[in-house]
């Protein structure tokens, strides 16, 4: 049976695998024809879609028969779960607890399923809020039976370390609800509502169940749960009391350290990990541990790194790396040391271990692909584990493929990280792992995110707003047409998209300006069985904000879906600041009026009804710049609000709210769009005295012996920094004061090495030195100053012999 993924699989009698493969697989200065993208997903596939066909007629045929019995039920979740099809087996589920078959036993089935299959959040949340709702309506002796919480709770534990640990704690909170924990002798629910404390970070919990469980039947499991409970929850204090009780009562084990080892590594936490593991091979020494678990909690710390770089430098379309990359060299350092004869001694490395390596080094990529080339990886996975013989397996394929579909390193003509994303994927197939999978199509989409000269501005994307505010012309990012071929064949191999594969698709259609393409997709969601949330919906606007017609279609169109969909106390105040960008895109000054008032009664009600810090760390503070930045932002930049600007800024500081970042860059273009100088001057003083004060950069005057005496930044300069210099200058300019311009460069040039200045700037002051007859100054300017430009492009060098023309 041939498999059923498109045109290329009819191939000749005489067709050869081989040559399949190893043909023209990529051609880098091609778009992939469809029978090309074929070869590189479909090779394999019979035998999983033949499954699929036996799951369908197995589901034709059981909704077919006219009674459902509790085997039936049994037999369909089995066969489900052979197939992995989760929203077949909920449906059944729910069909039988409609039909009043649904028993304990049934439910137990299904979360178990739930757990042993690959994490799918959606069909997770789904089964949790069945249990956790105040509406719920599972029957009684489901809801009240221990046994089903127990599966529940361990179902529970997936979501502690996603965005959704919500589930976890509304899970635990319900569990507390129905049974009565002065009166529960259970130890296994015991162990279980402790482990999910530590993940909620809850040591006060923890202890609290210790003391009501004071006299547990097996100490030792009992207290190993508190120990490992403590360590997720980082209270080490705790963790070194109960290690000591264990010694006292002799209870410690090798396989207890082992466990704590174990969560430490995945946590990240290298000194706590490396504490236990010498303590282990000091009690152990016959059974010394390997560095595995240092490894791995080296992955993970620099992976929390990574995360925590990509929501706040990733998200502004910067690089990865950070200005002040103390913590992450010291990390490296680290890591070499431990590393630095694995690959060097007779006896190979195991795949775990390489597996692990391969892993740091693609996410060190991510960060400094100067430092760490992907060459350091594909060394390892090319050449030492052939060498070795040790045969790389699913996961280190895996790492490979998504370490090159987010990998900053390829800058040149073409789209080479989708190109090397697919010859891992043809990798795999030669080697028999299975790619028709999201975690593939995760990957290849990811790699088809537009990207331009060394700009990855939509890797993190999140609002438009926080992106750096950049010409049409910049703004044109080139497509990879073999985005759609990805998606055909996906779709063709009866894989829907989920949301990651929908959001990523979405924003390469956006970013690369395919917007009936993008529209399409939008309007084709619910087909794949998504449904609309505030996410989605948040991503929507964003990606509408980069087009104005699309700006201006999402504020009438799709916020009036949203309305429908979506109660307004579910919103999040990332909606609603992308609403307001889109606002500014498409000029629209009385929606951005109505969304601002949206925003401001929602923050008042959530402050005012909310009282969990899982639901107030997503909202702003109504006396924090947060608060009012989006706001201002948009008055600022919509063309007639600029009286709603000034009466947010006077709200501001009559509440003496501290400016930042955002708000100091809105005033400075506020003043700058109306054409005030002595504003700007004025704001230029005031934020040079701010970073005294909350900086103790102490300022220098530009001129020690002439009156007024201007007060100038010190060193080191900050994008926002420059940003105010080269605006204070623009206002020189105006007053035609060209010592004084002289002056504040020749402070500027003492200061830095680095002096980012626009064009437009500086073809101003070679305008009036040139009017001024200065050539003096022109001179010094192209010795002193045009070297330390830090954009030295072709309008700069042109600029430059000008200059020298002039001199």
């Known amino acids: 049976m041939l498999p059923k993924l498109g045109k290329a699989i009819v191939k000749p009698r005489n067709f050869q695998l081989k040559s399949l493969i190893q043909g023209t697989l990529i051609n880098r200065a091609a778009p992939l024809t469809p029978s090309l993208a074929t070869r590189a997903i479909s090779i394999g596939t019979t035998t999983i879609l033949q499954k699929d066909d036996t799951a369908t007629k197995i589901t034709k045929s059981a909704v077919a028969k006219p009674t459902m019995t509790e085997s039936s039920v049994f037999e369909r979740l089995a066969d489900f779960k052979s197939t992995g099809n989760l929203k077949g087996a909920i449906k059944t589920v729910q069909n039988a607890k409609d039909s009043g078959i649904a028993t304990p036993a049934i439910y137990i089935c299904l979360v178990d399923m739930l757990r042993d299959l690959p994490f799918d959040m959606d069909s997770c949340a789904t089964v949790a809020n069945w249990f956790y709702s105040e509406n719920t309506k599972l029957p009684l002796e489901v809801l009240e039976n221990m046994d089903v919480w127990k599966s529940v709770l361990k179902m529970g534990f997936r979501f502690g370390a996603t965005y959704r640990a919500e589930d976890l704690r509304a899970l635990v909170d319900k569990f507390t609800e129905i049974f009565d924990l002065t009166t529960l002798n259970d130890q296994t629910a015991w162990e279980l509502l402790m482990r999910a404390y530590g993940m909620m970070d809850r040591s006060d919990a923890i202890t609290a169940c210790l ?9 030792r499991q009992f207290y190993a749960s508190a120990v490992i409970s403590y360590a997720s929850s980082a209270s080490n204090d705790k963790v070194e009391e109960m290690l000591e009780k264990l010694k006292r009562e002799n209870l410690l084990t090798r396989h207890i350290l082992l466990k704590l080892i174990r969560c430490y590594g995945f946590q990240g936490d290298i000194s706590q990990t490396s504490k236990y593991v010498d303590m282990c091979n000091q009690l152990y020494p016959d059974s010394a541990s390997d560095k595995t678990m240092l ?140 790619t028709l999978n999201h975690a593939t199509f995760h990957a290849l989409f990811r790699a088809c995110i537009p990207h331009r000269d060394g700009h990855y501005y939509y890797d993190n994307y999140r609002l438009n707003s926080l992106l750096p505010i950049r010409s049409p012309k910049h703004n044109q990012f080139k497509l990879d047409p073999r985005v759609f071929e990805i998606e055909k064949i996906m779709l063709e191999a009866h894989i829907p998209h989920d949301r990651y594969t929908f959001s990523t698709l979405i924003t390469c259609l956006a970013a690369g300006g395919k917007n009936q393409a993008f529209r399409s997709r939008w309007r084709t969601l619910k087909v794949h069985g998504l449904k609309r949330d505030v996410g989605i919906y948040r991503t929507m606007f964003a990606l509408s904000s980069l087009e104005p017609t699309q700006a201006k279609r999402a504020m009438t169109v799709v916020k009036s879906e949203m309305d429908r969909e979506i109660a307004q106390h579910r919103l999040n105040w990332d909606t609603y600041a992308a609403m307001l960008d889109c606002c500014v895109t498409a000029q629209l000054p009385e929606k951005a009026k109505e969304v601002m008032e949206e925003m401001k009664k929602e923050v008042r009600y959530v402050h005012k009804e909310k009282h969990h810090a899982d639901d107030l760390v997503k909202w702003p503070y109504l006396d924090s710049p947060d608060y009012y930045l989006p706001m201002v932002r948009a008055s600022v930049a919509i063309e007639g609000l600029n009286t709603t600007a000034d009466k947010l800024l006077t709200e501001m500081d009559s509440k003496n709210v501290v400016y930042s970042q955002g708000i100091w860059e809105a005033k400075l273009s506020k003043l700058a769009l109306e054409g005030n100088r002595e504003g700007i001057q004025q704001l230029f003083n005031k934020y040079t005295m701010s970073r005294f004060e909350n900086q103790g950069n102490i300022p220098v005057p530009v001129r020690e012996k002439a009156s007024p005496i201007i ?39 003492e200061q830095t090495d680095k002096i980012s200045m626009s064009l437009k700037t500086l073809r101003g002051i070679i305008l009036l030195a040139e009017q001024e007859k200065s050539k003096g100054e022109l001179q010094w300017l192209s010795e002193n100053v045009l070297p330390k430009i830090t954009t030295q492009n072709k309008n700069f060098r042109l600029l430059k012999k000008k200059i020298d023309h002039l001199v």
């Open 211 to 219: 003391v009501k469980n004071d006299n547990p039947a097996q100490k």
């Open 295 to 434: 490894l791995i909690a080296h992955k993970a710390a620099l992976e929390k790194m990574c995360n925590q770089l990509e929501a706040t430098r990733g998200v502004h379309g910067l690089d990865l790396k950070p200005t002040d990359s103390t913590q992450l060299d010291e990390l490296h350092q680290s890591w070499s040391q431990l590393t630095k004869d694995m690959f060097v001694g007779e006896k190979p490395v195991d795949i775990t271990d390489c597996n692990v390596v391969l892993e740091y080094l693609a996410i060190a990529n991510r960060i400094d692909p100067v430092q760490f080339p992907m060459e350091k990886a594909e060394s390892i996975f090319e050449t030492y584990m052939p060498a070795h013989n040790i045969k790389p397996n699913e996961v280190s394929h895996r790492v490979m493929m998504v370490g090159y579909a987010k990998s900053r390193e390829y800058n040149s003509e073409g789209n080479v990280r989708l190109d090397k994303t697919l010859e891992v994927v043809s990798k795999m197939q030669v080697a028999g792992i299975n």
């Open 711 to 749: 007060p100038f930044p010190t060193a080191p300069y900050t994008r926002l920094d420059m940003e105010f210099i080269d605006v204070y200058i623009s206002t020189l300019l105006d007053n035609q004061n060209v010592s004084l311009v002289f002056d504040v460069l020749r402070t500027l040039n």
